[in-house]
Each structure stands twice: as structure tokens, then as C-alpha cells.
């Protein structure tokens, strides 16, 4: 079972992200409304017993509730390859207060820390050689994005299985904030 913890985002989030998905950018596939989500831990595949162990340390976890605002954008890179475009997440230290305590609890069932620094962002589309320049002209023409704050009162451990099209992910768990 392949396996994630992440923010299950509201429909009206969705929606105003999935404004930013359209024509102008060859080569871009973009991720479909339902599968927005903001990724708190990937933790990949994992037998069921290890599944259960991930659910146990993930609902002992007690954090509150807090606002979530999305704004601007922006890509990754792989070997100076742009690989995929982004919305991120405002900085807010109950966000990043919850991704460490999910890392922590992680860790404590066994799983190895994380490598990769959090940047917490909803990815919009996989980039497969879009053109450098009609890229920076995407970012640059959608770069003060920013949607109305959300309330985010639970996180979610999902599954995903890979399709030919896009992944499709399934909610497992839902966790609630205080």
C-alpha cells in the first residue's frame, strides 16, 4: 500500500486553484481538482501491519485548528529541468507545527526521517519540457495568486495508486485538529 499524509482540501480551494489550469504551457499535464492536495509526509509503500502501526502514531496526535492560505506560484527543478509547477502555501507556524509533530510520530513507529525540506505547495500540473520561456511567463503572469484562507480542522492519511492517466488517491483517515 503506498501511502501519504496530507491536507484534503476544501471544493471552493479546488476550484479557485484549478483557475490557474489551462492552455499556454505545451507539454504541461495538469493535475486534476480532485486530486489537489497539500503533502505533509509522503511515506510510500508499506505493508498493511506497518499501515496500521502509521494510523495508531498519526491519531494520538493532538494539534489545533488553524487557517490555510494558498498564494503565488512557482516550480521545481530536477537537473535544471523544470519538473513541476506549484501553488505554495503562506508561511504559518501551526502548518509547519503539524507537519513536525506527523514527522515525529513517523519517526517513532520507524519510519527514516525525511530528506527533503518542507515546502508546503498544491502541485497544478507535471512539466515534461515546457518551453523555459512560456514557463517564466506563466509564473511571472500568475505569481501574486492568492486565494481567501480556509479553515483546515483534520489531516488525512491517503493511499495512491498509480493509473495511466493520473494517480488516483483514496482517503483512509481522517484525523481531526482540536
Known amino acids: 500500500m503506498r501511502l501519504f499524509v496530507a491536507l484534503d482540501l476544501p471544493w471552493e480551494l479546488r476550484d479557485r486553484l484549478s483557475s490557474l489550469a489551462g492552455a499556454g504551457l505545451p507539454g504541461a499535464r495538469w493535475?486534476?481538482?480532485e486530486n489537489y492536495h497539500l503533502?505533509?509526509?509522503f511515506i510510500g509503500e508499506m505493508p498493511g501491519h506497518r499501515a496500521e502501526d502509521i494510523d495508531i502514531a498519526l491519531a494520538s496526535l493532538r494539534t489545533r485548528a488553524f487557517s490555510l492560505t494558498m498564494s503565488g506560484v512557482g516550480t521545481f527543478a530536477k537537473g535544471g529541468r523544470s519538473t513541476a509547477l506549484w501553488v505554495g502555501a503562506e508561511r504559518n507556524p501551526r502548518l509547519g507545527h503539524l507537519q513536525n509533530k506527523i514527522e515525529t510520530a513517523l519517526q517513532r513507529c520507524g519510519l527514516e526521517p525525511e530528506r527533503r525540506r518542507f515546502q508546503p505547495h498544491v502541485t497544478l500540473a507535471r512539466l515534461d519540457n515546457v518551453p523555459e520561456g512560456k514557463l517564466v511567463s506563466y509564473v511571472q503572469a500568475h505569481n501574486l495568486f492568492r486565494a481567501d484562507p480556509v479553515?483546515?480542522?483534520h489531516f488525512t492519511l491517503f493511499s495512491s495508486?498509480?493509473?495511466k492517466d493520473a494517480a488516483v488517491y483514496t482517503?483512509?483517515?481522517e484525523y481531526g485538529l482540536t
Open 31 to 33: 493535475v486534476p481538482p
Open 161 to 163: 495508486k498509480l493509473g
Open 171 to 173: 482517503p483512509e483517515v
Open 151 to 153: 479553515p483546515v480542522e
Open 39 to 41: 503533502t505533509l509526509r
